[in-house]
């Protein structure tokens, strides 16, 4: 079983930047692939970013590129999210997700294991 906790929302105004940290526990996920979904009230939950642990390779949903980036820390079992030129539409909750075959994917399901969500509202 992998644990997953999330954290570094926040409340912050438009043009803002947070990141959000995502530490992994119970077994390395240096081999999984890792995402970061957000689900905003009314809405499914969608991607938005995500990362192969062992190659490093990423992918991000066309809403964030250019202003989010993923990273990782293998050593520390941690996934990034930093965020820049926040904007009131990012307002969700961000869930971090870990999949144990290593390749990314943009679908919810196919995580196998979630955390609990972490909030960040963007004001106006």
């Known amino acids: 079983q992998v644990q997953l906790v999330e954290s570094g929302g926040g409340l912050v105004q438009a043009g803002d930047s947070l990141r959000l940290s995502c530490a992994a526990s119970g077994r390395t996920v240096s081999r999984y692939a890792m995402g970061w979904f957000r689900q905003a009230p009314g809405e499914e939950r969608k991607f938005i970013s995500g990362i192969n642990m062992s190659t490093g390779d990423t992918y991000y949903a066309d809403s964030v590129k250019g202003r989010f980036t993923i990273s990782r820390d293998n050593a520390k079992n941690t996934v990034y999210l930093q965020m820049v030129s926040l904007e009131p539409e990012d307002t969700a909750v961000y869930y971090c997700?870990?999949?144990?075959?290593?390749?990314?994917?943009?679908?919810?399901?196919?995580?196998?294991?979630w955390g609990q969500g972490t909030q960040v509202t963007v004001s106006s």
């Open positions: 997700a870990a999949r144990r075959l290593g390749m990314i994917s943009t679908t919810a399901s196919a995580y196998d294991y």
